[in-house]
């Protein structure tokens, strides 16, 4: 059964650095999502991706996060200059088509420490 | 998102059925009911949907009141696999081209042995 990728499973880096989390999506989905989850607190949404464009992002998306699809199967999660609040479980997740609207697939997650 | 209502947590022995209640009273007609399931320290998992009907599939049922204004999801034969947390959610039917996900808090089922 297909399923959504994600790597590394774990990930430290130091305040200040840059970071890229990786995502392999369910091969013919078209949409596909970042969402982050700090210990012990919510799934929290942070930006939706189609057509190689950003569709919505959170309030948590700001400048220093970006998304890109680099060659049609990767989906890349960038925090350019990481803060110890970034430390969290980050989820990718990928989505059909419209039709089926909010069913979602969630890759296992890549935990993000910053010290 | 309609507001969803959940309890905190549950209990069920191993073997027999879970029943996971939620409240979504203040639902739209066309909003559809969706489940969620995350085990510790994984990504969350679709598990069901449904409108108005009774939908079953190989994870679970999902029974809706004829009202609309809460349902039930239930596990036929708990395993302590099952032991996660579950989100019930109500997401809104206009969700254009994004169609994010919303989740709560969600009900923490434990299955003992």
């Known amino acids: 059964e297909p399923e959504v990728t994600q790597t590394p499973s774990h990930q430290v880096t130091q305040m200040g650095q840059e970071v890229i989390l990786r995502c392999v999506p369910i091969s013919n989905h078209l949409y596909f999502y970042w969402y982050r989850q700090i210990l012990g607190q919510k799934v929290e949404f942070l930006v939706s991706?189609?057509?190689?464009?950003?569709?919505?992002k959170s309030e948590i998306f700001d400048d220093q996060f970006s998304v890109e699809r680099p060659d049609g199967s990767n989906f890349t999660l960038k925090i350019r200059s990481t803060k110890l609040e970034d430390s969290a479980m980050y989820f990718c997740a990928s989505r059909r088509d419209r039709s089926i609207s909010y069913e979602q697939y969630f890759g296992p997650g890549t935990r993000l420490t910053v010290t | 998102d309609a507001k969803t209502t959940q309890p905190t947590s549950m209990d069920c022995a191993e073997g027999r059925a879970a029943n996971l209640p939620c409240n979504h009273s203040t639902i739209s007609g066309n909003e559809y009911v969706y489940w969620y399931r995350q085990i510790h320290s994984q990504g969350p998992q679709y598990i069901i949907h449904g409108l108005k009907n009774n939908e079953t599939n190989e994870m679970a049922s999902l029974i809706i009141t004829e009202d609309r204004k809460s349902s039930t999801l239930i596990l036929p034969h708990a395993t302590l696999r099952d032991t996660a947390v579950y989100y019930c959610?109500?997401?809104?039917?206009?969700?254009?081209?994004?169609?994010?996900?919303?989740f709560g808090k969600g009900t923490l089922l434990t299955v003992n042995p």
């Open positions: 959610i109500v997401p809104p039917n206009s969700g254009g081209s994004n169609y994010k996900l919303t």
């Open positions: 991706f189609y057509n190689n464009e950003i569709s919505e």
